[in-house]
């Protein structure tokens, strides 16, 4: 067989791939959540069949997750932003020593390792940037919030 041939093959099936897997993992986030809402509103239904005088918000209320506080908020955006800065610049370090240890023969690593960390670090500063923002624009609220934790 021609190698032409099967590096075209490998050219076309490698984006249908790619494509699939952002496809499917979008499909099974989407399905858990759909999932996870729906036993929520079946028992949310039961107590409210058993005992028609419960109240419905207080229900929802308990089932709600996202009550971080928003240091707690903050600090998994400094988290996050710590975490991918620190995957680009190894990608750029590796890319460095690549380049230093191999030298010309390397070349076609380059451009993957490029696609991965670019963006990579993009995120992480964008996440710090974000984090050192929010410090300031929300310190009083953050004051406010931990005095009414205290106060509980």
């Not at 918000?57 to 991918?84: D, M, V, Y």
């Not at 800065?85 to 023969?105: D, K, M, P, R």
């Not at 984090?131 to 300031?136: E, F, L, Q």
């Amino acid at each position: 067989m021609n190698y032409d041939i099967l590096l075209g093959i490998a050219n076309t099936v490698r984006p249908i791939c790619a494509t699939s897997v952002f496809v499917l993992t979008a499909w099974f986030v989407t399905r858990a959540t759909v999932k996870k809402n729906e036993g929520k509103r079946d028992i949310i239904l039961a107590a409210l069949e058993k005992n028609p005088n419960l109240d419905a918000n207080e229900l929802i209320k308990g089932f709600q997750s996202g009550s971080a506080c928003l240091k707690e908020r903050l600090l998994k955006k400094l988290l996050w932003g710590c975490i991918f800065t620190f995957a680009g610049l190894l990608g750029y370090i590796a890319l460095l020593i690549v380049s230093i240890v191999g030298g010309e023969g390397n070349k076609d690593v380059y451009g993957p390792v490029i696609v991965f960390a670019a963006p990579t670090l993009a995120v992480g500063i964008s996440f710090l940037l974000n984090y050192s923002v929010s410090k300031k624009v929300l310190s009083k609220d953050i004051e406010a919030e931990e005095k009414q934790r205290l106060a509980k």
